[in-house]
């Protein structure tokens, strides 16, 4: 069987990029063809996303794809960041512009739903964790807004395939974030649509990871490369798909997917729903192959992305390295921030949301120019974060954790990296920045290979191998930046 030709999506809320896989014979070669810049925006108060701006975006990356492939492009799959949705029209189209999960509605929509059943009611059913992120409460804020729950919603990975040909489907993985899933099953808690009063028929039907959805139809279909592509559903939630990117043998690691967010967990075979789970806001997110992505979500790199945004807005720039090679010349800090604080949360004047957490422990605030100073706070305390986090899963899953496999775009942070391991004490391991996009490739080809449950989706293993080969197959300078930097690493240890 011939290798198939690919492209991956991967949507992310700062960046999102459109990659093509070709092969060499049998060695694989990845280019990221298209990249460009996504952010939410205000829309009259309210956080929201430019969805024409993605869409618009996506199908230059396709067509710069078509152009680039000398074969037809056999399938492609998108995956992007979880809980946003956007409700539907009856021609398909989106209805408004979807709202960012940043938006501060949901402050209210929580409390009311907490109101009508409680969270540890809500996790005995999901074995997810309370964040008001979570669809859930974004779909229950949408009566706030007028929006009736009867429209039909897709999560925004899934519109991206549905609006290039493919039908309504809730990717399994994408479907367990909503916090609507039911817990250890691939279906739909109807009791919590009916107590919340969420309209199930509005919900898409969930499928498998790996699953074929349809074929590229409307324009982009009319060009050579895209005139028979299938439409997978990868994991499409984007951790997932970094997860699954991880090549990794054994029972005996745990992850970071390093990025805006960082997401600190394991995999599991089953859904641990302890009390001690509980009370620790673990979630048990759906992986690939059948596997439970035991983790917590922990602020990650939006902190100090926020805090350039703001210097930015008042004139100074200053850049993201540049800052990595100040801090690691100073001092340990004074203070380590609770970088889950709800506040740190919300966008604005990061600066100011961090001076006002140290002031409120006891601690003079930092110069507003101290920008090595703010930036050293916020890796020292990620790093902590991250190791209370691991010993958390420790103690709770019993699993002996020897390894930590860093992937994501903080994986090339060199300086927290070496924070990390000196907190967790841990063995770290450095996977590929773009571990969402090997991950989204690696199921594509189990997929078409066949290695696929019909009650799971593709197979663990068959990932895991498709995942080992596509380890190197990024271009020439990024993996020599890798290397690079891991072999910087291991030296500072």
């Given amino acids: ?38 952010a939410p925006k205000d829309d009259g108060g309210t956080l929201t ?25 056999d399938a492609m799959g998108v995956d992007g960041w979880a809980v946003d949705y956007i409700r539907l029209g009856s021609d398909g189209k989106a209805i408004r512009e979807p709202f960012c999960y940043r938006d501060e509605r949901t402050v209210r929509s929580e409390k009311e739903v907490h109101e009508i059943i409680s969270p540890d009611r809500l996790y005995g059913l999901t074995g997810i964790q ?22 039909p919603w897709l999560n925004l990975p899934e519109y991206i395939t549905h609006h290039l040909g493919g039908r309504c489907v809730a990717e399994y993985t994408n479907a367990t974030h909503t916090g609507l899933v039911s817990l250890g099953k691939h279906e739909w808690c109807q009791k919590l649509f009916s107590r919340t009063g969420l309209d199930i028929t509005a919900a898409p039907p969930i499928e498998s990871t790996g699953s074929f959805v349809g074929r590229m139809r409307g324009p982009l279909s009319e060009l050579a490369a895209f005139h028979n592509t299938r439409l997978i559903v990868p994991a499409t939630h984007d951790t997932a798909s970094a997860i699954a990117g991880i090549s990794a043998e054994g029972d005996d690691w745990a992850f970071i997917s390093s990025g805006t967010w960082s997401l600190v967990g394991t995999l599991l075979s089953e859904p641990c729903v302890s009390d001690r789970a509980r009370n620790k806001n673990f979630t048990n997110l759906g992986g690939a192959g059948g596997k439970i992505c035991f983790l917590k979500n922990v602020n990650g790199m939006w902190l100090l992305k926020q805090c350039i945004d703001y210097w ?28 889950d604080d709800p506040d740190l949360l919300l966008p604005g004047d990061m600066p100011g949301k961090i001076n006002a957490q140290r002031e409120h422990s006891g601690k003079r605030p930092l110069r507003v120019d101290d920008y090595a100073g703010f930036a050293s706070t916020i890796f020292h305390s990620l790093a902590a974060r991250y190791a209370e986090v691991l010993q958390d899963i420790t103690a709770t899953t019993g699993k002996k954790i020897k390894r930590l496999c860093i992937v994501g775009g903080g994986s090339r942070n060199m300086l927290l990296n070496q924070l990390t391991a000196a907190r967790t004490g841990l063995e770290v391991r450095l996977g590929s920045a773009e571990s969402a996009t090997v991950g989204n490739f690696a199921i594509q080809l189990a997929a078409f290979h066949g290695d696929y449950d019909p009650c799971t989706g593709v197979r663990a293993a068959a990932v895991a191998k498709w995942a080992d080969i596509l380890a190197s197959a990024f271009p020439a300078d990024l993996q020599g930046a890798r290397e690079r930097n891991q072999a910087a690493f291991a030296a500072r240890r």
Avoid at 17 to 33: F, I, N, Y
Avoid at 130 to 151: F, H, P
Avoid at 314 to 326: K, M, S
Wanted: charged share 20%; with cysteine.
């Fill in 312 to 339: 930015q807005s008042q004139g100074n720039d200053c850049a993201i390295d540049a800052l990595v090679h100040e801090c690691a010349e100073l001092p340990p800090p004074d203070h380590l921030l609770d970088v």
């Fill in 1 to 38: 069987m011939q290798l198939p030709v690919l492209v991956a999506v991967d949507l992310g809320a700062e960046s999102c990029r459109v990659s093509l896989l070709t092969w060499e014979g049998s060695v694989p070669v990845v280019r990221l063809v298209h990249r460009f810049p996504n």
């Fill in 49 to 73: 996303w430019d969805i024409r701006a993605i869409v618009a975006g996506v199908e230059d990356g396709l067509r710069l794809c078509a152009e680039a492939s000398e074969r037809a492009i």
């Fill in 130 to 151: 309370l964040l008001r992120l979570n669809t859930l409460y974004q779909l229950y804020a949408d009566s706030q807004c007028g929006i009736e729950q009867k429209v």
